[in-house]
């Protein structure tokens, strides 16, 4: 860990009262060895992890760490505080202080030295004797895992040695890395658990919770092996030895990768904080299931009671929460060949006009000479792209209900969608019914032989026909039925039907800023853009310019009217101005989350007037994304740009009239502070 952290990166007298200060401070000793190349952006990428969970651990530690492209090495920053800082820690505030800089392409070998300077966390021995240090280069050293003498005025000081990294526990306390010896061996056949281990990031938390429960386990005489899923990629577990488990653990805040191979195990899932804080309790919960004979069907992403009894175990949230993630699996993976397609169609307009679209195919008549061909082969190219949006979107829904099993039957479905013409609603109902049929095959016991198979074979081959023929036959036909009558009522809306669909658009896309809702409105939009018409070309201009009215609001709203806001809002508004023109609706969320009464009903007038003011324009657009970037790809642009306007000043003034109102002008309280954010969020 010499590379990673030395004296001059030692804070032990750390002022900060909060943690963007404390970020702040030590980022700064980093910008001043030369680790980190632009200080506000890697501060932005640190809040932004911040935002997705808080790094505060229980015993008084902070642990803020992110990958950021401003980072030029990994590297640690170490800071000590008296009084304490709040990182959201069940426990109260942290007075040991990790700050983690990882490039975004990080080697291996420094993500596992972090890994380990996170399983060290969890040794008390370790973290008193950073408490008790006095002297910065000494610190450095303790942390690197090097031997420290005692210091001269404080000879009760400890020395630790660094423990070696653990992934795994037995009954005596020794790493699990073969049979148990017989001189130690326990009298019965102890309890055994693997478990898995990841957060967002994968540099802290991840080797934390792992550690943790690897701790946990050897007090309570239990075997445990674990497969930490960090970023410096992972080893997969034995298979023995998962075969030869009691139970499972997973501490994950990201998807399990390849979780079918714990099928039919019992399952205690939770978050990774969990298995940082709550290590005991998740193994005495796994011994609890494991006695009472649960076992999960991984594949369905819910558990169930072998004895016929009620589901339990692994998924206890509502039908309505399960359902809009899995619609978002396949959103998130069609997403992007929205963008490229549409952006790539959109580019061909601009160059050739809307007359490219009936060009012959660019593989029988291309002239290298000439723009027209260049904007058929971009039309083409981008129409190709276009063809995948349905399958895809089925594809992955299915695949988020079922695994990879149902990735098959789930883009023959959306396949089938399309050449019944039941479009967008078709792929939506491919993938759910694929999903479902897999999980209902899925159920089905068979014998030990035929597994190898079922996943690859059998599972993919009896689910296409199924949803072939319920596509075909049964549930298509009525779904395009219900597309043809979806796209022309949005062709034939004009006048208050137009304005004031213009107006739920526009409130669904301000209300939670990227968030469910928001993404629900834009795949409403983009889905019509797989067969345009004119009504889905508006319904596509109304979402993008509602969508950039959060963050230009309170951009606008920062500048006009500083003193209302604190100093690092008045610096996130800056951001906010280019995050609202690339039609970065996120931009406007830390302002959200420091004051949700005020802001988001603020930008949601803003929204909706938006909203409305570009349907009563006849404003359309082709591109699925680009902000003011696309403007002169948009019908009536002069007038668009209007309706931004205005409900950029809608939102605006709204936003600081409620900061303003019963606003203490004698002794104003600055609003609290928010995390920055930058262009690259």
Not at 22 to 43: I, K, N, P
Not at 186 to 198: G, K, M, N, Y
Not at 515 to 523: D, E, Q, S, T
């Amino acid at each position: 860990m010499s590379e990673l952290i030395t004296a001059a990166l030692v804070d032990l007298g750390l002022s900060a009262e909060t943690k963007q200060e404390a970020a702040r401070s030590l980022a700064e000793r980093m910008v001043a060895e030369g680790r980190v190349t632009d200080l506000d952006g890697f501060l932005a990428d640190v809040a932004a992890r911040e935002a997705q969970m808080p790094t505060g651990l229980d015993g008084g530690i902070g642990i803020p760490h992110c990958r950021s492209e401003h980072v030029t090495a990994p590297t640690l920053a170490f800071g000590r505080s008296g009084p304490g800082i709040d990182f959201g820690a069940a426990d109260g505030p942290a007075d040991l202080v990790f700050l983690i800089a990882a490039p975004t392409g990080a080697d291996d070998d420094h993500l596992t030295i972090l890994s380990a300077l996170a399983r060290r966390l969890m040794d008390p021995e370790f973290t008193e004797a950073l408490r008790a240090e006095r002297d910065p280069g000494a610190a450095a050293a303790l942390i690197r895992g090097e031997e420290v003498a005692p210091a001269g005025s404080d000879p009760k000081a400890p020395t630790p040695e660094a423990p070696a990294p653990k992934a795994s526990a037995s009954n005596d306390g020794a790493p699990v890395a073969g049979p148990v010896p017989d001189s130690v061996a326990p009298a019965t056949e102890p309890f055994r658990i693997v478990a898995v281990t990841s957060c967002p990031t994968g540099i802290a938390h991840t080797y934390m919770a792992a550690e943790s429960l690897a701790a946990a386990a050897r007090a309570e005489g239990v075997v445990l092996d674990v497969e930490t899923q960090g970023s410096a990629g992972f080893e997969r577990l034995d298979p023995a030895l998962i075969a030869a488990a009691d139970a499972v653990v997973w501490a994950h805040d990201v998807e399990v990768r390849e979780k079918a191979r714990f099928d039919g195990k019992p399952i205690v899932d939770t978050g990774v904080k969990a298995g940082i804080n709550r290590p005991a309790e998740l193994i005495a919960e796994a011994r609890q299931k494991a006695e009472r004979g649960e076992t999960t069907t991984l594949a369905t992403g819910a558990a169930a009671r072998q004895d016929g009894g009620a589901t339990t175990g692994g998924d206890h949230t509502h039908f309505g929460v399960r359902l809009r993630t899995y619609l978002m699996s396949g959103v998130s993976y069609m997403v992007p060949f929205v963008a490229a397609g549409g952006l790539l169609i959109a580019l061909s307009f601009a160059i050739g006009g809307y007359e490219t679209a009936g060009a012959k195919s660019v593989a029988e008549h291309f002239v290298w000479s000439e723009a027209a061909s260049w904007a058929a082969l971009l039309n083409q190219i981008g129409t190709a792209a276009f063809a995948f949006l349905v399958p895809v979107l089925a594809g992955y829904i299915a695949y988020g209900m079922a695994d990879r099993p149902a990735l098959v039957p789930g883009f023959v479905g959306g396949a089938i969608a399309l050449t019944i013409n039941a479009g967008f609603l078709g792929g939506l109902a491919a993938g759910l019914l694929a999903g479902a049929v897999v999980m209902a095959i899925q159920r089905v016991k068979v014998h030990p032989t035929l597994r190898g198979i079922m996943p690859v074979l059998v599972i993919p081959l009896i689910a296409s026909a199924v949803v072939g023929f319920l596509m075909f036959i049964v549930v298509g036909k009525p779904i395009a039925s219900l597309q043809r009558a979806l796209t022309d009522g949005l062709n034939g809306l004009s006048g208050s039907n137009a304005i004031i669909l213009g107006i739920v658009l526009g409130l669904m896309m301000c209300f939670d800023m990227g968030g469910p809702l928001n993404k629900v409105a834009y795949a409403f939009a983009v889905g019509g853009l797989a067969d345009p018409t004119p009504g889905s070309l508006k319904v596509m201009a109304a979402v993008m310019a509602a969508g950039m009215v959060p963050p230009l609001a309170m951009a606008l709203a920062t500048t006009v009217r500083g003193r209302l806001f604190s100093r690092t809002e008045r610096e996130n508004g800056r951001a906010a101005w280019i995050l609202g023109a690339s039609f970065i609706s996120e931009g406007a969320i830390p302002f959200a989350a420091a004051d949700p009464l005020r802001v988001i009903p603020s930008v949601m007038a803003g929204g909706a007037v938006t909203g409305a003011l570009s349907m009563a324009f006849d404003c359309t657009l082709r591109a699925p994304h680009g902000g003011i970037f696309v403007v002169p790809l948009i019908g009536n642009p002069f007038l668009y740009l209007l309706a931004i306007a205005a409900g950029t000043a809608v939102g605006t003034a709204l936003v600081v009239l409620l900061k303003s109102v019963g606003r203490n002008t004698e002794a104003p309280a600055p609003a609290p502070e928010t995390p920055k954010i930058s262009v690259a969020a």
